[in-house]
């Protein structure tokens, strides 16, 4: 059953007050959307597709037209590909790697 929520935030980029609609799924595919901020342009990422979105002026809310961005569901890679996470290794093996590396920068190896 989808349903309308009203988000409301403070913009990163300018400290503005923002109400952002939006119609949530039920089923959640991990795709995200990205609204920008009316005042000042900064994005805010959103789970759905925003449908209004608001700012606070002197007071007063005033409506805007979204606009926004749609970032599909990422596949995770299965074929010739490494792993980008490390073995796990226990702390003084860790410390080792990189003493050995900070060694290697001030010699210049």
Not at 57 to 74: I, T
């Amino acid at each position: 059953m989808k349903r309308n929520v009203l988000f409301q935030c403070i913009c990163q980029g300018c400290n503005a007050r923002l109400k952002i609609e939006f119609i949530s799924e039920p089923t959640r595919t991990g795709a995200m959307w990205t609204v920008d901020c009316p005042v000042c342009g900064t994005s805010k990422m959103i789970p759905d597709e925003p449908v209004k979105i608001f700012y606070e002026k002197d007071g007063s809310w005033l409506e805007a037209l979204p606009k926004s961005k749609h970032f599909g569901y990422l596949s995770h890679a299965t074929e010739n590909v490494e792993s980008t996470r490390s073995s796990p290794r226990s702390a003084s093996a860790t410390a080792r790697s990189l003493k050995s590396r900070v060694d290697e920068i001030q010699n210049g190896t």
